[in-house]
């Protein structure tokens, strides 16, 4: 069965700096990965997805993620964060069940 | 287009009540999925419906909670009796079909707290 790990529980960053969030996941085969948001009080918003092709896939909202084999890895990236990405990030992953998540990362940003 | 809607939004019950849960997804869309999320925790799938019949609900405790697809549309998801441990968003989403490349639509989510 596959799972994903997002080691951190909680970033805080500056308004303009740069974001990675990172993902590792477990699966046997290429998995289908996502990233989605979810904003206080809403629901999930698909950020972007990987199935397979280029391993740098660019989302909404100026977000891209690359995908390494390698290190079963698909972090998240934003070059200049913005207050209002202030929210809680989930990556998921998709073997031969439906989307397995992550525990999540919550993004705090400050001024 | 029209997104998943869910409701009610939020729901406050004492433990040992019942509760149920209403979600509309997608038009056309095919598959349906019920979400728990506990607060600080990602969401854990519940139960998965194709069409109007059961794909799995292998994680669904079943002496408490049922959920059913009558009509291949509409879904209700209820729980009874509630435990304190059931305080937690409920999330309902589609797909067009089962298909792994498929996107998964969330609903905004019905927030239960069990007193």
């Known amino acids: 069965a596959q799972s994903v790990t997002q080691p951190d529980i909680h970033i805080t960053v500056s308004e303009g700096a740069s974001l990675e969030l990172r993902c590792n996941y477990s699966y046997g085969a290429t998995p289908y990965l996502f990233w989605y948001v979810q904003s206080p009080g809403q629901g999930l918003q698909l950020l972007l997805k990987y199935f397979s092709g280029d391993t740098l896939v660019q989302g909404i909202k100026g977000f891209e993620a690359e995908f390494k084999r390698s290190q079963s890895s698909f972090n998240l990236r934003k070059p200049s964060v913005h207050w209002s990405d202030a929210a809680e990030y989930f990556c998921?992953?998709?073997?031969?069940?439906?989307?397995?998540f992550g525990k999540g990362t919550r993004l705090s940003v400050i001024a | 287009e029209a997104g998943v809607a869910q409701s009610p939004r939020y729901k406050i019950i004492e433990k040992r009540q019942s509760v149920a849960f209403w979600c509309n997804p997608i038009?056309?869309?095919?598959?349906l999925y019920w979400y728990q999320q506990i607060l600080g925790q990602g969401p854990k799938l519940l139960i998965q419906f194709q069409n109007n019949g059961v794909v799995d609900d292998s994680q669904l405790p079943k002496d408490r909670f049922s959920a059913e697809r009558l009509k291949g549309v509409d879904s209700t998801l209820k729980i009874q009796p509630a435990k304190l441990e059931d305080s937690a968003v409920y999330l309902c989403?589609?797909?067009?079909?089962?298909?792994?490349?498929?996107?998964?639509?969330f609903g905004e989510g019905s927030w239960l707290t069990v007193v």
């Open positions: 038009s056309g869309h095919a598959t």
């Open positions: 989403a589609s797909s067009p079909d089962r298909g792994f490349g498929n996107t998964i639509y």
């Open positions: 998921a992953v998709r073997g031969n069940t439906p989307l397995v």
